[in-house]
């Protein structure tokens, strides 16, 4: 088993493990990437966080703005000549996890 650990990064969870890239919500500040690491499992040994713990994550950016999948959203009603087309694509800070200690 390799080690992994679940970490959260502006309010989502994360199972990550080391030399992983990990698409996240883009960062206002990549420089300042703040983490709460929750759990880190080492093969048979797991170290649960009440509600986190000490053990680090070292994350490093690889892209600061990656822009994720284009949705199309159309809205229409029968009969009425209502329609509406709008799109959007999500933005993404690309992460490698360096270490986990």
């Known amino acids: 088993m ?9 309010g989502k969870q994360y199972k990550v493990e080391e030399g992983q890239e990990i698409l996240v919500d883009k960062l206002i500040d990549p420089k ?6 929750l759990l880190v499992a080492d093969g048979e040994k797991v170290s649960v966080g009440k509600p986190v713990l000490k053990n680090e994550v070292k994350l490093k950016v690889v892209t600061d703005l990656e822009k994720g999948e284009k949705l199309e959203i159309y809205k229409f009603k029968a009969k ?3 329609k509406r087309h709008t799109g959007f694509r999500a933005q993404y800070t690309r992460l490698l996890v360096e270490k986990i200690s």
């Open 2 to 10: 390799s080690k992994y650990a679940v970490v959260r990064i502006t």
């Open 80 to 82: 009425s000549r209502y």
């Open 32 to 37: 300042k990437i703040s983490t709460e690491v």
